[in-house]
């Protein structure tokens, strides 16, 4: 009989999500705008361990004791990440990621770098984003702090 497997601690647990979502939202894009989606995504994640608002915006009113449990609740958090919902066209890329796709280790390599912290920020904080292709009404007359590999990073609205 073999053991049980050894469950994943939190840091783990946030970094296998981070990846699938990553690889599901810009895996087919260059390396520097997932590394930009990873640092929003740890953005919001200290954000909402910071302030209880942003912990309701970001991280579906979750009150995390770390950043790696406020980056679970980000990524978990409706609305946060569209391949996230069952009816977005990539969420067949977020449930079941194919393992020998060389991009879904480009995105497990970035969010290894995001965990231990050696991720740069090239966003400077952005917290909104979109892929360029659709344009959301919130994102008119507003300039993207970056513009990068298809997406847009945003600083909080005004």
Same mark, same amino acid.
């Given at each position: 009989?073999?053991?049980?497997?050894?469950?994943?601690?939190?840091?783990?647990?946030?970094?296998?999500?981070l990846?699938?979502?990553l690889?599901?939202?810009?895996?087919?894009?260059?390396?520097?705008a997932?590394? %930009?989606?990873?640092?929003?995504?740890? !953005?919001?994640?200290?954000? %909402? $361990?910071?302030?209880?608002?942003?912990?309701?915006?970001?991280?579906?009113?979750?009150?995390?004791?770390? !950043?790696?449990?406020?980056l679970?609740?980000?990524?978990?958090?409706?609305?946060?990440?569209?391949?996230?919902?069952?009816?977005?066209?990539?969420h %067949?890329?977020?449930?079941?990621?194919?393992?020998?796709?060389?991009? $879904?280790?480009? +995105?497990?390599?970035?969010?290894?770098?995001?965990? %231990?912290?050696t991720?740069?920020?090239?966003?400077g904080?952005?917290?909104? @984003?979109?892929?360029?292709?659709? $344009?959301?009404? @919130?994102?008119?007359?507003?300039?993207?702090? $970056?513009? !990068?590999?298809?997406? +847009?990073?945003?600083?909080?609205?005004?």
């Amino acid at each position: 009989m073999s053991a049980a497997p050894a469950a994943m601690t939190a840091t783990e647990a946030a970094e296998a999500l981070l990846a699938r979502i990553l690889y599901a939202e810009a895996g087919g894009r260059p390396a520097r705008a997932i590394e %930009a989606l990873a640092a929003l995504a740890l !953005t919001r994640a200290r954000l %909402a $361990l910071a302030c209880p608002e942003a912990a309701l915006r970001y991280a579906g009113g979750e009150h995390p004791s770390s !950043t790696a449990r406020a980056l679970l609740a980000v990524l978990r958090a409706p609305f946060q990440f569209p391949t996230r919902h069952p009816r977005h066209p990539n969420h %067949a890329r977020f449930v079941s990621p194919p393992e020998a796709d060389p991009a $879904l280790a480009v +995105c497990r390599r970035i969010a290894r770098r995001a965990m %231990a912290g050696t991720l740069p920020d090239a966003t400077g904080g952005a917290v909104l @984003w979109h892929a360029e292709e659709f $344009l959301p009404r @919130w994102a008119m007359g507003r300039v993207p702090r $970056l513009a !990068t590999g298809g997406l +847009c990073f945003y600083a909080a609205a005004e």
